[in-house]
């Protein structure tokens, strides 16, 4: 099962985090994998991973420029025979209320998590509908379907991003092109631990505590946990499965409404 041998997958935001962990099952199950991510420790990450028969390459790209994406998106093709899979994970946050969001704030986190998301949907589809197949999984959020307090543009980002999700599903039915979304609550990533060594000096252990605590299950996720639904929905196992968001929340979303 799960067997992605003679496939290709781009995963945006590749280098860290959820992304690092989809990299890394992805090509144990024998995917190709082309990372694009705005940072080259990416590399490091491909170096400590590697093993015989991985198929990685790094591609440093901006999502948010769409004349860049094109060209990368041409590069893989070139490098790999085509285009399977397309993974949108890049995001960025952007914690606030309204009141507490300027325009460049507003502006910067829309033009990663949805433009972004964006230019790399509009650079796949063409080669998807040329070859009749294709599987497209985006990164939302439980904030697309929850109030979640301090989160207003982060918010509306992932909302656009499940509404994306339908349209493509929709659109694309006679192409053989799937497309979902996950919609994770918190997972334990090095943007956490960031967060709380930035706002909380000192004081770090005590409020990852408390926001664990929120998740019904009684922890945050792991970036594996992530990458596991993942693999899943990418696969020929899941070929009946398009135009669904699925939450990895710890009972977030069902047991905290």
């Given at each position: ?7 290709t ?22 995917a190709?994998?082309?990372?694009f991510?705005?940072?080259?420790n ?18 440093e790209v ?13 590069h ?8 399977d ?15 507490q ?52 543009a ?48 000192g ?25 596991n ?21 710890g ?7």
């Open positions: 099962m799960f067997n992605f041998k003679g496939k997958v781009i995963i945006t935001g590749g280098g860290s985090g959820i992304g690092a962990a989809m990299v890394t099952r992805f090509a144990q199950q024998g190709a994998v082309a990372i991510d705005i940072n080259p990416a590399q490091d990450l491909i170096s400590e991973i590697s093993q015989p028969g991985f198929s990685i390459k790094y591609y901006n999502v948010a420029d769409q004349l860049a994406v094109k060209q990368a998106v041409k893989v093709v070139g490098d790999f025979g085509g285009i899979i397309l993974i949108n994970n890049a995001g960025v946050s952007q914690i606030g209320r309204l009141d969001t300027q325009e460049k704030d507003f502006d910067r986190v829309f033009d990663v998590n949805v433009k972004g998301a964006y230019n790399c949907l509009f650079a796949v589809i063409e080669q998807m509908m040329a070859q009749k197949s294709g599987v497209i999984l985006n990164m939302a959020s439980i904030a697309a379907t929850l109030g979640i307090p301090d989160r207003f982060y918010s509306a980002t992932k909302g656009a991003i499940r509404s994306m999700t339908f349209s493509v599903a929709k659109d694309y039915l006679d192409f053989n092109i799937r497309c979902n979304c996950i919609s994770p609550a918190r997972v334990h990533t090095p943007f956490v631990d960031d967060y709380l060594k930035k706002n909380y000096p004081k770090e252990q005590e409020v990852y505590d408390q926001l664990a605590a929120t998740q019904p299950i009684g922890r945050m996720g792991q970036p594996e946990e992530i990458a639904l993942a693999i899943y929905l990418c696969s020929d196992e899941a070929a009946f499965i398009t135009g669904t968001d699925y939450p990895i929340d009972g977030f979303i069902k047991l905290n409404t």
